[in-house]
């Protein structure tokens, strides 16, 4: 169904920080007063450099994607790869499900972002900080659960992104409308606040900005007015955020959409 490429989207913005940011190394329970609790970077010139890991971005697009599209699946517990396999082991004797099947059973966020039983078709890029970067240093005093008072030993530094701006890129290959349109409205709701980064959210902490957004939608093997066409494909920028949204728009996010498969009738954005 996806061996053949005939779309590609490529939506990239910058992501400034409202608030402190904090990534965590891994997935654990946020503990500031560990010591290697603290942002991602890398040295560049004896130079430490805030990044934003593709995995992470991919993590909060996903989870907010779970959260906000109809009959979404959650991956960490009953996803629907563990669904669809558990019918698989119980009709043994029936044919294997083909990849269309497949594609059908999945859940809106799984379309998109893939499972266990469909590769992913997005992907996110490891977005480092421009120059402009603050780092910074809070002291964080561990508390006695029991007495509550300070305790004696422990006063402990935890690092933070201060201000950073980080250029970000998606990719999107062989899209549905529906999609795209997913991925712009997930950037006007960090705008509204209603998706944060990092750790320590709680606290204040990853409430980012989306500026400068920009769509490259590009066709393979298609002709279309109003892109510039070349002998493979045809390509289309469009930089203003308003009209990005008006020609994504019309894709609702609902049943009708998900339910597409067949990209070489997919309309032209
Ligand atoms: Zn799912």
Request: hydrophobic share 35%; aromatic share 12%.
């Amino acid at each position: 169904m996806f061996r053949k490429l005939f779309s590609e989207a490529y939506i990239e913005f910058m992501l400034k920080t409202e608030s402190p940011l904090f990534i965590k190394y891994q997935n654990d329970v946020i503990d500031p007063t560990a010591e290697d609790a603290t942002y991602i970077h890398i040295n560049r010139n004896n130079k430490r450099i805030p990044i934003l890991p593709g995995t992470s971005m991919k993590g909060v697009f996903r989870s907010y994607a779970e959260r906000i599209l109809p009959n979404s699946c959650n991956v960490l517990s009953y996803s629907c790869a563990q669904q669809i396999n558990t019918l698989q082991n119980k009709n043994k004797d029936k044919k294997p499900l083909t990849v269309y099947d497949i594609y059908h059973k999945l859940c809106p966020t799984c379309k998109l972002f893939g499972s266990t039983l469909l590769k992913s078709r997005i992907l996110f890029d490891d977005s480092v900080a421009n120059e402009n970067f603050i780092i910074n240093v809070r002291s964080s005093t561990p508390i006695d659960r029991i007495s509550g008072a300070a305790k004696q030993k422990g006063l402990n530094n935890f690092e933070y992104v201060e201000y950073a701006e980080f250029p970000c890129k998606i990719k999107l290959i062989n899209f549905f409308n529906w999609q795209v349109h997913l991925l712009i409205k997930i950037l006007d709701d960090i705008n509204d606040g209603f998706v944060t980064f990092g750790g320590l959210t709680s606290k204040g902490f990853g409430r980012m900005k989306v500026e400068n957004v920009s769509l490259k939608i590009k066709y393979y093997k298609r002709q279309i007015n109003g892109y510039i066409n070349n002998d493979f494909y045809c390509e289309k920028e469009i930089n203003d955020m308003q009209k990005i949204k008006g020609i994504v728009g019309k894709y609702k996010l609902d049943d009708s959409e998900f339910r597409k498969d067949d990209l070489q009738n997919e309309p032209n954005l």
